[in-house]
């Protein structure tokens, strides 16, 4: 393995170099390119390697190690190294903005008929509570904190007082306890009149990045998923931006379209924040590690297509990226290539409010199809629902 530093920039670091027609995907950002690989031992081992390469920078490199057999080797490509520098004349500042219409129609794939599952009934929410078949996702979907603390838990500019419980009104929505209430406050920035959008999937660090400041400038953003063999909306992007690369945004508000997380991150932090990115997002490499490490949990979920019929209109969710019993479902979301619309309600949101005025309760995540009418809580019946409604 060989990693090569060039002036007068650090010269990107290409982390696989796998041909995005092949059953591997990249996506690609200032220094790095990142490949999803289609297998958990592959993306552990993806993880591994890039951990011991990033603290061995500067030191000889060592004699080469024949891999093992993977599923890279399956599909013939084991000749292609871990590491390889970026041809010279890639900069990271040569950046294209593309001028885009923003159209309300998803696909021009035929469109089947969409009804809710016979008998089907809303549960009831259930606060603090796991269906015992998905202890071990909720599990790894908590790895995540570990690596990324409150990155996405809180909303810009949050602060929190505790109060006696008589001093926040009863119709307005507050965590309690033993007498007394959280009093939550926060800073949003100016609203987008319209929801952004962004083009990305789970199982990629550059997109989760992204889904971060999403969290942070509590923004409600239109996502069109884009798993690898998805039949709909990666060729959209190859159509609108020239290459399928992830995440990629269009602002319908301004017209602005960009790759790049790093600059989709400055883009949203200037036009809907104070200007300024969290630390947790502006660390280069170690923020693009502890995002990768931060997947190893659901071990590349929600990164491949399973066959579904699209939706005439984007589902509605309430979530935000820190919640694991919101990830769950996000995955499932992407898996069946649906679009959606997230509104983000980290701690601090006003959106907290909003729910708790609709529906007289607050959790999350909270799902409304408008193509069935159904309206509901819990997680794990959510993927139920979509599955038995969506897929194929």
Same mark, same amino acid.
């Given at each position: 393995?060989?990693?090569?530093?060039?002036? /007068?920039?650090?010269?990107?670091?290409? %982390?696989?170099?796998?041909?995005?027609?092949?059953?591997?995907?990249?996506?690609?950002?200032?220094?790095?390119?990142?490949?999803?690989? /289609?297998?958990?031992?592959?993306?552990?081992? =993806?993880?591994?390697?890039?951990?011991?390469?990033?603290?061995?920078?500067? #030191?000889?490199?060592?004699?080469?190690? !024949?891999?093992?057999?993977?599923?890279?080797?399956?599909? *013939?490509?084991?000749?292609?190294?871990? =590491?390889?520098?970026?041809?010279?004349?890639?900069?990271?500042?040569?950046?294209?903005?593309?001028?885009?219409?923003?159209?309300? *129609?998803?696909?021009?794939?035929?469109?089947?008929?969409?009804?809710? !599952?016979?008998?089907?009934?809303? !549960?009831?929410?259930?606060? =603090?509570?796991?269906?015992? $078949? @998905?202890?071990?996702?909720?599990?790894?979907?908590?790895?995540?904190?570990?690596?990324?603390?409150?990155?996405?838990?809180?909303?810009?500019?949050?602060? %929190?007082?505790?109060?006696?419980? *008589?001093?926040?009104?009863?119709?307005?929505?507050?965590?309690?306890?033993?007498?007394? @209430?959280?009093?939550?406050?926060?800073?949003?920035? /100016?609203?987008?009149?319209?929801?952004?959008?962004?083009?990305?999937?789970?199982?990629?660090?550059?997109?989760?990045?992204?889904?971060?400041?999403?969290?942070?400038?509590?923004?409600?953003?239109?996502?069109?998923?884009?798993?690898?063999?998805?039949?709909? =909306?990666?060729?959209? %992007?190859?159509?609108?931006?020239?290459?399928?690369?992830? /995440?990629?945004?269009?602002?319908?508000?301004?017209?602005?379209?960009?790759?790049?997380?790093?600059?989709?991150?400055?883009?949203?932090?200037?036009?809907?924040?104070?200007?300024?990115?969290?630390?947790?997002?502006?660390?280069?490499?170690?923020?693009?590690?502890?995002?990768?490490?931060?997947?190893?949990?659901?071990?590349?979920?929600?990164?491949?297509?399973?066959?579904?019929?699209?939706?005439?209109?984007?589902?509605?969710?309430?979530?935000?990226?820190?919640?694991?019993?919101?990830?769950?479902? #996000?995955?499932?979301?992407?898996?069946?290539?649906?679009?959606?619309?997230?509104?983000?309600?980290?701690?601090?949101? !006003?959106?907290?409010?909003?729910?708790?005025? #609709?529906?007289?309760?607050?959790?999350?995540?909270?799902?409304?199809?408008? *193509?069935?009418?159904?309206?509901?809580?819990?997680?794990?019946?959510?993927? $139920?629902?979509?599955?038995?409604?969506?897929?194929?």
């Amino acid at each position: 393995m060989e990693v090569k530093l060039g002036a /007068p920039a650090r010269d990107a670091l290409v %982390v696989g170099g796998i041909d995005p027609n092949s059953n591997l995907f990249a996506n690609d950002i200032n220094h790095i390119t990142y490949l999803c690989y /289609p297998s958990p031992h592959d993306f552990v081992w =993806f993880q591994l390697q890039l951990l011991l390469n990033f603290t061995n920078l500067g #030191r000889p490199a060592p004699p080469p190690i !024949p891999r093992r057999k993977t599923m890279a080797g399956m599909l *013939n490509i084991t000749n292609v190294p871990i =590491f390889r520098p970026l041809p010279p004349t890639r900069r990271a500042t040569n950046h294209r903005v593309f001028m885009v219409k923003s159209s309300a *129609n998803t696909s021009e794939t035929p469109l089947s008929s969409i009804s809710a !599952p016979p008998n089907f009934k809303a !549960p009831k929410p259930k606060p =603090f509570s796991i269906r015992p $078949d @998905k202890i071990i996702d909720i599990l790894g979907a908590s790895l995540a904190l570990l690596f990324r603390l409150t990155t996405s838990v809180l909303v810009s500019g949050y602060s %929190v007082t505790v109060v006696p419980e *008589n001093e926040i009104p009863s119709d307005q929505y507050a965590l309690g306890f033993a007498g007394y @209430k959280l009093k939550e406050t926060s800073k949003v920035g /100016p609203r987008p009149e319209k929801p952004i959008e962004i083009y990305e999937f789970e199982g990629c660090p550059f997109c989760r990045k992204v889904r971060e400041i999403v969290a942070v400038l509590d923004l409600d953003v239109l996502y069109y998923p884009c798993p690898r063999n998805g039949p709909n =909306f990666r060729a959209k %992007v190859s159509q609108m931006g020239g290459k399928q690369q992830y /995440p990629y945004m269009v602002d319908p508000n301004t017209g602005v379209a960009m790759y790049e997380s790093d600059d989709i991150i400055k883009y949203l932090a200037g036009k809907y924040g104070d200007g300024k990115v969290p630390l947790s997002l502006s660390l280069g490499l170690l923020t693009t590690l502890t995002e990768g490490f931060a997947m190893i949990g659901r071990m590349g979920k929600g990164s491949l297509y399973t066959p579904s019929k699209l939706p005439p209109k984007p589902l509605d969710i309430w979530a935000y990226e820190a919640s694991p019993f919101c990830k769950v479902v #996000r995955e499932v979301l992407v898996e069946l290539e649906l679009p959606h619309i997230l509104h983000s309600c980290a701690r601090g949101s !006003p959106k907290r409010q909003e729910i708790y005025e #609709r529906v007289g309760h607050f959790q999350v995540p909270y799902l409304e199809d408008p *193509n069935t009418g159904v309206q509901m809580f819990e997680s794990a019946e959510i993927i $139920d629902y979509l599955r038995a409604t969506y897929a194929l």
